[in-house]
């Protein structure tokens, strides 16, 4: 596993947010996912780049309730809606690249977090997936960014 460190630009982000254990994640993304692209679109914002989730308090048990956020970056923040305009600050992470279904996610954050760890760096308590590439949740060819942000 290769391990980077890399500059995140700052971002404007249209996102929901939920408390929700890891086997309620996909049926709440598969519902919230079209929701946020459709009110992207409604409120005349420009997708500038693949889904995020971020996940706050999330330490891989199934029964535990952790905070996670679902998020598109867009162009800037127009209208009103449902969902709640954030902006990510520009910041560093830690980073690998996972290419598979999603299935196969949890074991590569099982392989990442105690590398990321051993790099002498201080992290913040969050984990992203970014999906750069998405063909399906049991495609093979489905590219995730892994990222445990620096702290300042």
Request: aromatic letters at 8%.
């Amino acid at each position: 596993m290769q391990i980077k460190r890399k500059n995140i630009p700052a971002a404007t982000v249209l996102e929901a947010a939920a408390t929700l254990t890891i086997p309620e994640i996909a049926a709440f993304a598969g519902k919230i996912i079209p929701m946020l692209l459709a009110e992207i679109e409604n409120r005349g914002m420009a997708l500038t780049g693949p889904c995020i989730f971020t996940y706050d308090g999330c330490d891989g048990s199934p029964e535990k309730e952790f905070s996670l956020k679902v998020s598109f970056p867009v162009d800037a923040c127009r209208g009103q809606g449902a969902f709640t305009c954030a902006e990510i600050p520009a910041h560093e992470c830690l980073c690998t690249d996972y290419r598979g279904p999603i299935g196969g996610v949890g074991l590569a954050w099982t392989a990442f977090t105690p590398q990321a760890l051993q790099q002498g760096v201080a992290l913040q308590p969050l984990g992203r997936e970014v999906y750069v590439h998405w063909e399906g949740m049991g495609s093979e060819d489905n590219l995730t960014e892994l990222q445990i942000p620096l702290q300042n």
